[in-house]
């Protein structure tokens, strides 16, 4: 099969692999009909992350599940799958209790990397799914999505469940006023989230015209450009010289960590799910005095599938409309440099035997 393989800073190939086997009972194997490239994915191709020998990369995909192993009782073969980022058992204490990025058990499996991500890949023609009945979402009454549906499938692997898992972390609400910080794939799924769950007002800070307009298509009562103390010079502004109820930090930088708490409110909240890039620390001193309360991290998107799945289906939310460009497979080594370059928000990848 063909696969997309990091083997250092800027350097992406598309290479032949051996196909993926079932390695336990509780596997599946899942043919990859799209997969996309994360924002997370650019810390390596920056070398912000280093990279020690090449390897598979990718972690979001859906597709079609081509063999399930003896013990996978809740995905059947031909099922129309959404995979999660991180996979999960399903059954142990963290996952009963919805984190699921810090399940129990997957140390125990092989085949996983040091952030839980299958190490086959997500960006590749098929994927050696661990922990299956745990992991893998059917996705009732689908099987060859159209274009659009397909983008927002897509967007509940990752993106859409991280910026709402921002959202709930900043205890956004009906009546509160949100800002969010960053406007990648993330950034603007938290500006969608936080309209679903009700918010009142919802600040976008984003420089970027065609991620300005999506994140109104999604919900932004307005767009702040302005930076550091700018920025929150603005929000108060804007709130009628208050600053924001609840702040969504989406990037993962020192400066993205200060742009948000700078913009929270006294006995404000903030929600944070930008990967570290190094540097991203919180001032304990501000926290304590301005009691502003900080929740966040790694994204259990496993556990909102369900209830953001439903949304999807019924046409109430499109998440989908981060995906400004599709590109073949063959082409990731193209996708990265656009994203990279900021010349696309994201970009879909489709394998060549189902491409369009």
């Given at each position: 099969?063909?696969?997309?393989?990091?083997?250092?800073?800027?350097?992406?190939?598309?290479?032949?692999r051996?196909?993926?086997?079932?390695?336990t009972?509780?596997?599946?194997?899942?043919?990859?009909?799209?997969?996309?490239?994360?924002?997370?994915?650019l810390?390596?191709?920056?070398?912000?992350?280093?990279?020690?020998?090449?390897?598979?990369?990718?972690?979001?995909?859906?597709?079609?599940?081509?063999?399930?192993?003896?013990?996978?009782?809740?995905?059947?073969?031909?099922?129309?799958?959404?995979?999660?980022?991180?996979?999960?058992c399903?059954?142990?204490?963290?996952?009963?209790?919805?984190?699921?990025?810090?399940?129990?058990?997957?140390?125990?499996?092989?085949?996983?990397?040091?952030?839980?991500?299958?190490v086959?890949?997500?960006?590749?023609?098929?994927?050696?799914?661990?922990?299956?009945?745990?992991?893998?979402?059917?996705?009732?009454?689908?099987?060859e999505?159209?274009?659009?549906?397909?983008?927002?499938?897509?967007?509940?692997?990752?993106?859409?469940?991280?910026?709402?898992?921002?959202?709930?972390?900043?205890?956004?609400?009906?009546?509160?006023?949100?800002?969010?910080?960053?406007?990648?794939?993330?950034?603007?799924?938290?500006?969608?989230?936080?309209?679903?769950?009700?918010?009142?007002?919802i600040?976008?800070?984003?420089?970027?015209?065609?991620?300005?307009?999506?994140?109104?298509r999604?919900?932004?009562?307005?767009v702040?450009?302005?930076?550091?103390?700018?920025?929150?010079?603005?929000?108060?502004?804007?709130?009628?010289?208050?600053?924001?109820?609840?702040?969504?930090?989406?990037?993962?930088?020192?400066?993205?960590?200060?742009?948000?708490?700078?913009c929270?409110?006294?006995?404000?909240?903030?929600?944070?799910?930008?990967?570290?890039?190094?540097?991203?620390?919180?001032?304990?001193?501000?926290?304590?005095?301005?009691?502003?309360?900080?929740?966040?991290?790694?994204?259990?998107?496993?556990?909102?599938?369900?209830?953001?799945?439903?949304?999807?289906?019924?046409?109430?939310?499109?998440?989908?409309?981060?995906?400004?460009?599709?590109?073949?497979?063959?082409?990731?080594?193209?996708?990265y440099?656009?994203?990279?370059?900021?010349?696309?928000?994201?970009?879909?990848?489709?394998?060549?035997?189902?491409?369009?």
């Amino acid at each position: 099969m063909r696969a997309v393989v990091i083997h250092g800073p800027r350097d992406i190939r598309v290479e032949d692999r051996p196909d993926p086997v079932l390695r336990t009972p509780a596997d599946a194997i899942v043919r990859v009909v799209a997969a996309c490239v994360c924002g997370s994915d650019l810390w390596p191709y920056r070398g912000v992350r280093p990279t020690t020998q090449p390897h598979p990369i990718g972690h979001e995909f859906v597709g079609v599940v081509e063999a399930v192993g003896d013990d996978v009782a809740t995905v059947s073969v031909g099922d129309f799958v959404v995979a999660p980022w991180a996979v999960s058992c399903g059954v142990c204490p963290q996952c009963r209790n919805g984190v699921q990025v810090a399940c129990d058990r997957r140390a125990s499996w092989g085949g996983l990397d040091d952030r839980g991500f299958a190490v086959d890949g997500g960006q590749g023609e098929r994927v050696r799914v661990p922990m299956a009945d745990g992991t893998l979402v059917p996705v009732s009454g689908v099987t060859e999505p159209g274009e659009p549906l397909l983008k927002s499938l897509l967007t509940l692997s990752d993106v859409m469940g991280t910026g709402h898992h921002a959202a709930l972390a900043a205890r956004v609400g009906p009546g509160r006023s949100v800002v969010v910080v960053g406007d990648g794939a993330v950034g603007l799924c938290g500006v969608l989230a936080a309209r679903r769950l009700g918010a009142e007002r919802i600040v976008a800070m984003s420089r970027h015209e065609d991620r300005s307009e999506i994140a109104r298509r999604f919900g932004a009562t307005d767009v702040v450009a302005e930076r550091g103390k700018a920025a929150a010079g603005a929000v108060r502004e804007l709130l009628g010289g208050v600053l924001a109820d609840s702040v969504l930090e989406c990037v993962g930088t020192s400066e993205s960590m200060d742009q948000a708490l700078r913009c929270v409110r006294p006995g404000g909240s903030l929600g944070f799910v930008g990967v570290p890039a190094g540097g991203a620390e919180l001032p304990i001193g501000v926290l304590f005095s301005k009691n502003i309360s900080v929740g966040g991290g790694a994204a259990p998107t496993r556990a909102y599938l369900p209830e953001l799945l439903d949304d999807v289906l019924a046409g109430t939310i499109e998440p989908g409309l981060v995906f400004d460009a599709v590109m073949p497979l063959e082409d990731a080594a193209r996708a990265y440099a656009a994203m990279d370059e900021r010349r696309s928000v994201k970009v879909m990848l489709r394998p060549a035997e189902v491409e369009s």
